[in-house]
């Protein structure tokens, strides 16, 4: 490797070049992807520029008119060109859509005609969600190309696809978060409703009558509350001991009417006992014996009736 002799530095690139296009082919992305890579040790990433020269070896690059002269020098930055368009290739393969584009915008920034770099950047643009600058670079490609390119179209029609089914997710997300938040709406709502509901029933419930300890203020403002008289504990005792005395004679009062009927009952029990009278004896039947025994009846019911008449 050295700057003195170009030829041998492309000859080298070239070579790892085909290294990398076996490595491709094979399915080895990573092997391909390396010696890719290190084609830019011997022509250099930028055109008119090599190896020792990127590391400060010496060397200024040729002017613009001797870079156009040289064949040489247009085989190695074709080379170069081809070498970030074979890595963009391996990066689309891994799925690397940003290294991808990164690669072919390198490759366009120089060349902006390059079909093959205007095709594998609009399908990594297609595969980062950018529609409208995958479109673009792949109708470029198109018209550049002239002729209709089988894979060109085949990734436009995906890119249709594509854009149809994200404006259908579109639309999706746009009406679940319509219908999320006419729902939150709603049920702001509906708490509003029932919280007014609830004021209107605590309000209905709520007693406004001054008098009501609850309606009290704590300073014990007394504005509001009805005027009631006072009344003097001095003034009502005096009534307290009429109101006694007066339950006592009656009491007493009940207490000898009570006893002046339970004499008269007794009273009349005694003179029921005495009305009563004897059965009257047959005089035929009557003997001796039988005369003092009524004779002293007669004389006892003398002494407790005296004005009752004799039997005989």
């Known amino acids: 490797m050295s700057s003195k002799n170009p030829q041998a ?11 990398g296009n076996a490595a491709f082919k094979s399915g080895d ?23 020792s020269q990127m590391m400060g070896g010496g060397g200024a690059p040729p002017a613009q008119n001797q870079q156009s002269k040289d064949p040489l020098q247009q085989k190695t930055d074709g080379l170069r060109l081809t070498a970030f368009n074979n890595m ?78 994200a404006d259908k997710e579109f639309y999706a997300k746009m009406k679940k978060q319509m219908q999320r938040a006419k729902k939150k709406k709603a049920k702001k709502k509906a708490e509003k409703k029932e919280a007014k509901k609830k004021a209107k029933e605590e309000e209905a419930k709520k007693d406004d009558n001054p008098n009501l300890k609850a309606n009290v203020k704590d300073d014990n403002d007394d504005a509001f509350m009805w005027d009631v008289p006072a009344t003097n504990d001095n003034d009502n005792k005096p009534k307290d ?8 004679t009656s009491k007493d009062n009940k207490g000898g009417d009570k006893d002046k009927d339970k004499g008269n009952d007794d009273s009349k029990k005694d003179t029921k006992d005495q009305v009563t009278t004897e059965p009257k004896k047959d005089k035929a039947s009557t003997t001796t014996e039988d005369k003092p025994k009524d004779n002293k009846d007669k004389t006892s019911s003398d002494k407790t009736s005296p004005e009752q008449p004799s039997e005989f």
């Open 241 to 248: 001991d009429k109101n006694k005395e007066a339950s006592t």
């Open 29 to 51: 992305f990573k092997g391909a992807l390396k010696n890719y890579s290190r084609i830019f040790m011997h022509i250099g990433m930028n055109p008119c520029m090599n190896m």
């Open 88 to 165: 963009a290739a391996v990066y689309a393969k891994m799925g690397k859509w940003d290294d991808c584009k990164d690669k072919c915008t390198r490759v366009l920034k120089h060349d902006d005609k390059n079909t093959k770099a205007l095709f594998r950047r609009g399908m990594a643009q297609r595969k980062l969600n950018l529609y409208e600058l995958a479109r673009a670079d792949l109708e470029k490609a198109k018209e550049i190309k002239g002729t209709k390119d089988p894979a060109i179209e085949r990734e436009l029609k995906l890119l249709s696809k594509d854009e149809k089914n």
């Open 9 to 19: 530095d492309y000859d080298q690139a070239l070579a790892l070049k085909d290294a």
